[in-house]
Structures are given as C-alpha cells and as structure tokens.
C-alpha cells in the first residue's frame, strides 16, 4: 500500500477479520512490568567499543544529492556508521537515513529523506511487539517524549526504556545475502542480485522471556532509496513458546496532513511508500493485495490540530490475524519482510518509477519476460505442431492452457511419460513447455474447504469456497504439482486461483490448529511451493501478487469479457490497459491476452482465426504489446495458417528481440488512448545503447500530423540527441531547458509509428 490509501483507520487499535473481533497489537507500555530497568555495564561497554569502530555519519538532514538516482543510480552506496555523540547507529545510502538510539535500549529516533531534506519521524516509540504466551512485550523502544509533534536531539538524554522489553544486547553488520534462488537461464532486463549493507540487532528477553532472544535485521540497499527489515526469534528457554501476535514496526510519522476536521480515511498519508512481502487478497496489484500496513491514529499526539486527534500518523506493519505460532525449545521463528521507500516528489510518473525500480532490485526475477503463447489442446500431435511453430517464429515457450486438457494433478505414469516426452521434444527444439493447475477458487467438500467464522460451514469467502491448504486434501495437492514438474521437467506453472488470504475456522484440519494460525500457515505453505518453484528455475505465473515470494508475472488486470468484444474495440481496450497499468508494475511482470479463438462468446467477431483474414488486426495487437514489454496469451491451436501469416509473426519477433532490452525498460506515459485523437508511450532507459524508444498510435480512420514535445529527462539523454524514424536516418534534436525535444509525427489512418533515441 502507499500514499493514496489506506487499510484501516481504527480509534481503538482492534481489526475485524471476518467477524472475528481479534485484538491488534500495541505498544506495551503497561501490559508487563517485569524488566531490567537499565543496561548492565559490560554489555554497554561491549556496544560503545562496537559502535566507535564505524565510521562517523556526517550528512546533514538538509542536504541533499546532487544526482538523480533514477538516472545515475550508480552513485547510491549503502553504508553503516555511527552519529558523533556515540551513542547511535546510522544506516544510510545518500539518499535516506535510519537513525538508531542504541542507549539506554534500541530505538529508530529518525527517518531521514534526504532526497527532500526532511525528517519524517515525529516521536520515537518502540520497535515493534510480540506477545508470547499472552503477554504483550515491547522490543526496545523509549518513553517520555512529552511533545509528540517534534522530536528534539537533546530530549533523547531525559528518555527511559519503555518497561516490559527486550533489550539490546548486540549487534553485527554484513554484506546483504540474495532472497530468494534464481539460476537466471532466460533472458533478463535485471540479472544481478540486490546489493547493500544489513545490520542485525539481538535484543535478549528477561523474566518470563528469558532465553528468548530476537533479532532485528535492517538491510539499506545500493542504488535504491529502501530499508527492509524483518524478525527472528530464536527459543533458548528449553519449552515451547507461543507467538501469539508481533508487530514487525511501529513509527510515528510526522502526518501527511492534519486537517481539524473531517474525515480522516481522506487524509493524506506521509509520502512513503510501505510494501510487504506477505500479500494475498486474490488480485494483481501491491496496493490491492496489501493486508499488513496500517496507518492508524496517536492518541498520545495531543498537539495535532485534528480535534478528534484521529490523523493517520502511525505506522504499524503486523500481520491482520496470528500467527499463533508455537515455537519448540532450539528452533528460529522468521517473520515476513517489510520494505520502506520515502517518495521525493507527489509527481505521479515519478512515484511509479521509484516503486518500478524497487521491484527490479528486490525481485529481479520478475524481469524474465520469455515470449509464450497459449496452447488450447494438449493432444500430442497439436503440440508438437505448435512448438514446431514457435521455433519457426522465434517464441521461446509454450503453456498448455485452461481447457487443454494436461492435468498436473494427474501423477499417474501414463500422464507423465505422455508430457515428459513433449517436453523433450520442445526442448529439441529450444521451446520451454508448461501447463496450468487451477487451485483456490474451487469446490472440494465439506471437510477440506476453508470454513468461515461467521458461520462455522465452507462458502462465502474470497472466492465463494476455496480448499484450506492445510488440509491433507492441500498437502496432497502440493506432492502431486512437485511430482508432475519433476517428473515431466515442465519449465512453467501457471498457478490459477492462487491463494487469497483466507481464514479457515476448522480446528480439523491436519496442519493448522484453528483460526488464528490459520492465515499465515496457509500463506507459508504457498510460498514455499513458489521457493521451491524459483530454485527450481521453473517460470511461474500466478494472477495474484506473490512477486516478492517468487512469482515471475501476473495479469495486467483486464476483464475477460472485454476478449468477448469485436477486434477494433479490443485493439483500444489494449492499448489503454498498456497505458493505464503500467504506471506502478513493471512491463515484464504482466501478461495480457489476445483471443485467437473464440473466449467467452463474442462469435467471429471477436477472434483473429482464421489468421490470415484478420492479418491487421494480428499484427497490431502483436505490435501493441510486444512494442510495450508485454507478454499476451495468445490464445489458441496455432500461431499461423499460412506463409503470409508466419512471416508477420516472425517479422514483429525479430523487431522485439532486436529492441527487446529498451522495450522491457521504464514506460513514460505520453498521451493516453481516447479514440479521439494520437496516443503513445515511451521507453527510458539510461544504462542502454538505445535510450528511449517511443510507440504512436493513430485511431481516426484518416492520416494525421501533429508536433509532439518528447519528455528526453528519463533518457539521461542531455543537450544533444539522435532521433530516428523506425530504421530510417538519424537525425539531430537539440533539447531545451527542459531536457525535451518537438518532434513532427505523420500517422497513418488507424496506424502506428516508432521513434528511437540515442
């Protein structure tokens, strides 16, 4: 989730999870009262000589870069340091800053955008919670900040541990280790792994929570204005203990806006963006899919002008439900991951660039984009034609699609030799063959499905009924998706109806224990199928949001029944789905869909077949999404019925490998598609040999000419640049004062041209 909305705004820190009242965590000020009131001598003597052997942060809050990141982002180096007086721990990049208090306990004391020169914490406040075995207990934090609007330096020399923590108890520093495995076989845009600096604070537990020691570990990154941090707890006390609850972050954040009154759901939001690694809401966008950021109130922030005092100014980042996770004596509890990324501008290009940039880093998997097409049969014969085909035209992959026929829960020796063998023959050939399993949003019975709390029967969930996954019904389901990959060596999964983040209230079922674990076993058994799918190198699809646990792409968001409409509306609903959900989501990480045969009615019409009839509008749609990075499923037996047909095909391939690096990079959005007059979207692409590269549309039925003014500022392109027609002459444009140039573009009736900048 970022700035624009957000999930709850409650005046009383609880949520409501279908129907299910479930306290939320808070700060344990007074839950416990059993601590150690300060820090013993040999542990601060311990971090003082640690703490004094980084070296010293000097960056002032105001000063900021003399550099675009976005253009150069080269220049960002993370680093550790410590602040002069001694007494804390900076992580920072050049870009923004953490501050840590580290006595007399652990505290983030500030938040420094320097893009903007501004600090973004107005109070200080612990490091999260958890409660173990019903008790709520703060990790670290620091209390008596009597004036929450602003945080002075010196006020932190007056400030006590907050009672019933964990305190700190050291520290170590470390280069930051890869996420996730990827073997990177297929073409990539980002093929490197996320690089920075990561600290890891251990912060031990006493009284009850002695031997329980967690630690905090906080990763700032190279070439990106992001922090992530996550929670380990390891069990030294020699019994099992229960996580009831934790909440992985708890800042106060100066507001975004402090209006007396009115409603504060409509308030603006610090400008931030926040992003889990723990989605699941049955859909395809971060902002849609988000379940652990909530912006909430501080009533102790008594100087905000909002009477109510109800302005949305803390942070928590926590699981909605659980996870009541019991953790035996020698064993590690991990929680999920939480990036932060401070915004520099509200310029609504630029926010979607940052957030583009961070998924490029953080899942650089998601920049694979091989060229597919949808099989509709999976008849032995029909396939090897079809890979035939691809080979001919230079697609690298085929998925045997819904209705194909190719089960891969069928894990019976005749249905894997049946698909071993057509993957041995597509790999003879150099085409990587997958299929399609259909998962959550399907009917088992009465004893495997999720059950809902309102009513204590299945049905009435994310997509009417779903099976739990922690049923043995969804431990079998697992086994058998591991076994038919393994065993055919199918090189992509396209997980339909993955899991969307459904409780289940059934105390019956083999691997969860009852509601509150519910949810995030489920979550776990998911993901780990998709860790095991990304080590495996298997490409993998999924139309909800798991990018950060291993999902390669996603949908871009269409309607189905818009396939069902005539080709010359489906030739705008493209470009305006091209234009409208690229602004946040990376080209290569989205899949569109181009009917070749019938889908969801809409008769000839609505279809390309037969191909070599409808040649036009093939080619556009072909030229719309490969010109924009995107991968369609084209949808059907074949991919041509006659030499004419083939060598359009092959022809737009051939183009989008040639420009396949600057096609997959940055789109700047030009014009939008209105049906009214030009429309167009541009490539950047900084590090590359082309640096831009722009697609024009023309939807009147006449030819048209306009000057257009060509934003070069994303480019890295100054002064001077070289412009070319499609493969026609360069020629040489001076930009102004704005880094842009004017361009006369002729388009011709219902047709479309390309420039390229260098």
Known sequence: MNTKTFSALLLCVSLHTYGAEIAAPQQAASANTETETEMDHTTRQRLSQKINALPVYRQLHSEKPDYDWLIAPQKVKAGIYRTE?????????????????????????????????????????????????????????????????????????????????????????????????????RWALNTKDATGREIVFTLKGCGETEGIRIRLHYTVYDEIPAIRKYMTLDNETGKTVNIDRFQLEYLAFAEGESPSGGDPTTFRLPNIH?????????????????????????????????????TPCILEVAPPIGPDQSIDPGKTFTSFMVYEMPFDSDDLERKGLFQK?????????????????????????????AIDQCAETGYEMIILSFGSGADAENISEENLKKFRELVEYGKSKGIELGCYSLLASRWISDEVDVINPKTGKRGGMTFGSSPCLCSQWGEEYFRKIKTFMEKTGMRCLEHDGSYPGDVCASTAHAYHKGLNDSQWNQFRRITELYRWIRSE??????????????????SIGYREVNWSLPREQQLMHTRQLNYDCTWERIPSSLWSFVPLVEYHGGGAAATLEPLHEHL??????????????????????????????????????????????????????????????????????????????????????????????????YT???????????????????????????????????????????
């Open 716 to 758: 890295g392109i100054k002064g001077k640049a070289l412009v070319r027609e499609q493969e026609g002459k360069k020629r040489r444009y001076r930009t102004d004062e704005n880094d842009c140039i004017t361009l006369e573009v002729t388009l011709p009736a219902n047709g479309h041209t390309w420039y390229v900048f260098e």
């Open 357 to 385: 940039r961070l998924q490029r880093t953080i899942a650089p998997w998601t920049t694979e984009n091989p060229i597919f097409m949808h099989l509709t049969s999976s008849n032995p014969e029909t396939v090897r034609t």
């Open 274 to 310: 926040i992003e889990s690694d723990m989605h699941c809401k049955g859909s395809f966008t971060e902002l849609e899919t988000e379940i652990t950021e909530k912006w909430l109130p501080d009533p102790k922030y008594t100087s905000q002008r909002n009477y109510l005092l109800q």
């Open 537 to 554: 190198d298997i490409y993998l699809n999924v139309p909800d949001y798991y990018f950060l646990k291993g999902s390669n792409k996603t």
């Open 616 to 713: 036009k509008e093939y080619k556009t749609l072909m030229f719309q999404n490969y010109g924009c990075g995107i991968q369609a499923c084209y949808r059907g037996p074949r991919l041509y019925d006659t030499e004419e047909t083939r060598e359009a095909v092959t022809e737009i391939i051939r183009w989008y490998k040639k420009y396949r690096t600057i096609l997959n990079s940055d789109l700047i959005h030009l014009r939008r598609p209105d049906a009214k007059d030009w429309d167009g979207l541009m490539h950047v692409n900084p590090q590359g040999k082309e640096k831009g590269l722009a697609l024009f549309f023309n939807p009147l039925d006449h030819e048209i000419t306009r000057t257009i003014k060509i934003p070069l500022y």
């Open 85 to 185: 007086d001694g007494k804390g721990i900076v992580i920072a990049n050049g870009l923004l800053a953490r501050e840590f208090r580290i006595f007399p306990n652990l505290a983030t004391t500030d938040l420094i955008n320097h893009m903007t020169g501004e600090s973004m914490l107005r109070a200080v406040s612990s490091e999260g919670t958890v409660t173990i075995n019903g008790k709520v207990w703060n990790l670290g934090g620091l209390d008596g900040q009597s004036e929450r609007g602003y945080l002075k330096t010196e006020w932190l020399e007056q400030m006590t541990p907050l009672p019933a923590s964990f305190w700190i108890e050291d520290f170590e520093t470390a280069p930051l280790e890869p996420a996730m495995p990827w073997k990177r076989s």
